[in-house]
């Protein structure tokens, strides 16, 4: 069974650069890894620095325009299963996919449905899934995944961030997807809120695994348009990383 984990967290907080950092730390191991982006604005492969034409969206356009149009006696979930794997993008360490989302405005819950037993057939190939997921909980409680081990809720160093944070704890009881543990990440750490990031983490009883401080490094590579994934082994946001990996099991 693969381990499941999801990024999740107020928009901007650090969701995307996380879940690249905690991939590149995975692809120094020696686990089987897919990575998915699930956040429909698809900006995981630009930080991975990685090149992706097709998304799980386009795939649910084509079954949905040729639905009438397939062959009767064809299996429609083994023709949407070989879809999935022609874009499943294989990089060095580990696979990606991409949501992406559909152009039509059409209800995609027949492929949604489709979806969903693949997805969870596809997980059993790999040792770790790590998904970026969107702000919200959209995803999950669309029921793409049944269970996940470990929802990461990353937070800024403001209370809003905080309080998003308890916010969706307290959502996670409403959904129809299992989920094992929730930990938060406090990201863009800065002298002057470290304190208080921890002080109100612990006032709203949530788990603080890790808190990263704002890294230079990660800011020039953001205003040059250049991908996280290969960011040096001494960058703070790197070093951190790492040790939140380990407390992740990973
Ligand atoms: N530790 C850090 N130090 C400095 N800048 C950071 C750090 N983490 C993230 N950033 C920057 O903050 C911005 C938002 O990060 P990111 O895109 O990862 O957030 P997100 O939560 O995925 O956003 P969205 O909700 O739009 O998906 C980016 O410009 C990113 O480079
Ligand atoms: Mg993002």
């Known amino acids: 069974m693969a381990k499941i984990i999801a990024v999740t967290g107020k928009?901007?907080?650090?969701?995307?650069a996380i879940t690249s950092l905690l991939i590149r730390y995975l692809t120094k191991g020696d686990k089987v890894?897919?990575?998915v982006d699930a956040d429909p604005d698809t900006n995981l492969p630009e930080t991975l620095g990685c090149e992706?034409?097709?998304t799980i969206g386009d795939i649910k356009e084509y079954m949905h325009d040729e639905r009438d149009n397939l062959p009767p006696d064809i299996n429609k979930e083994s023709v949407l299963e070989s879809k999935l794997y022609e874009?499943?993008?294989e990089m060095p360490g580990y696979d990606l996919l991409v949501m992406g989302r559909p152009e039509g405005s059409g209800c995609y819950c027949y492929v949604n449905n489709l979806l969903r037993g693949i997805m969870n057939k596809l997980v059993n190939n790999y040792d770790v899934l790590i998904i970026d997921a969107e702000a919200g909980l959209e995803h999950f409680s669309r029921k793409i995944f049944r269970n996940v081990d470990d929802l990461v809720v990353v937070t800024d160093g403001s209370r809003r961030g905080l309080r998003t944070a308890e916010r969706i704890r307290e959502l996670v009881g409403e959904l129809e997807t299992d989920i094992s543990n929730i930990y938060v990440i406090a990201n863009k750490v800065t002298d002057a809120n470290h304190e208080k990031i921890a002080g109100?983490?612990?006032?709203?009883?949530l788990e603080l695994?890790?808190?990263i401080p704002v890294d230079e490094m990660i800011v020039e590579r953001d205003l040059a348009?250049?991908?996280?994934?290969?960011?040096?082994?001494?960058?703070?946001?790197?070093?951190e990383i790492e040790k939140i990996a380990q407390k992740l099991g990973l």
């Open 11 to 16: 928009g901007g907080t650090g969701k995307t």
């Open 33 to 35: 890894v897919l990575a």
């Open 52 to 54: 992706t034409s097709k």
């Open 87 to 89: 874009i499943l993008e």
């Open 200 to 205: 109100t983490a612990k006032e709203l009883g």
């Open 209 to 211: 695994i890790g808190m």
């Open 225 to 239: 348009g250049e991908p996280l994934f290969d960011l040096p082994d001494d960058s703070a946001a790197v070093q």
